[in-house]
């Protein structure tokens, strides 16, 4: 089966330290989104593309974050500074329109101390 | 805006038990896309079904059942004869049927459940 990959799967980092986050969406998908799973929050939308243009990032804090996609086998999610409250696991999704659903990525769990 | 309201946050049941996981949504769209997921506690999110709007017809897959009905805007999710691997965190979801910033999915806040032996 077709994968969503994302690494790394585990990351532990001091505060202010910068986080890259990088997914390989499956080929052929043109829709990647980025989500933040948390205890508190639940799964928050934090960005996502369609054919690689950002659509939506409202979600997402701006003076922190940042999402891109260099090309269409790669989405990264960068924070910079990073903080203890972005300890959460982020996952990215990805798909071809909502009538064939999302496939998602096995996440990766960030530890901000 | 978009809800998406998942009013039972824990579920305890035997196994061989039926269960039932409600989800109750809420969309201005006409057209409009709703979704179930299956978190394990290993973590991974894996999709289990998706219904659109025009397509009110309940769906069986094995021991999986859903029931859509629009008139109150539920999609409520059936296990039969429980087992042990069901027990996970079960996500209703909703994505609006225009473009731009409805292509995203909206997920509700999640219900855990537990099958005990």
């Known amino acids: 089966d077709a994968r969503v990959t994302q690494t790394p799967r585990h990351k532990v980092t001091e505060m202010g330290q910068e986080v890259t986050m990088r997914c390989q969406p499956i080929?052929?998908?043109?829709?990647v989104f980025w989500y933040r799973q948390t205890m508190m929050q639940g799964l928050e939308l934090l960005a996502y593309f369609r054919n690689r243009a950002p659509l939506d990032d409202s979600g997402m804090p701006k003076d922190r974050f940042s999402a891109e996609m260099p090309d269409a086998t790669l989405a990264t999610l960068k924070i910079q500074p990073s903080e203890p409250r972005d300890s959460a696991v982020y996952f990215c999704?990805?798909?071809?329109?909502?009538?064939?659903?999302?496939?998602f990525g096995s996440g990766t769990r960030l530890t901000v101390v | 805006a978009q809800k998406v309201t998942q009013a039972q946050t824990e579920i305890s049941v035997v196994e061989k038990e039926d269960v039932t996981l409600d989800c109750v949504y809420e969309t201005r769209d006409t057209t409009y896309y709703l979704f179930w997921y299956k978190q394990p506690p290993s973590g991974e999110l894996v999709f289990l079904i998706r219904?659109?709007?025009?397509?009110?017809q309940n769906e069986i897959s094995g021991r999986y059942s859903w029931n859509f009905q629009k008139s109150t805007s539920s999609f409520n999710f059936t296990i039969t004869a429980s087992q042990v691997v069901d027990s996970a965190v079960y996500f209703c979801?909703?994505?609006?049927?225009?473009?731009?910033?409805?292509?995203?999915?909206?997920f509700g806040k999640g219900t855990l459940l537990t099958v005990n032996p």
């Open positions: 999704a990805s798909g071809r329109d909502r009538r064939t659903g999302y496939t």
């Open positions: 219904r659109n709007s025009f397509d009110e």
């Open positions: 080929l052929g998908h043109n829709t």
């Open positions: 979801a909703l994505s609006g049927g225009g473009g731009g910033s409805n292509y995203k999915l909206t």
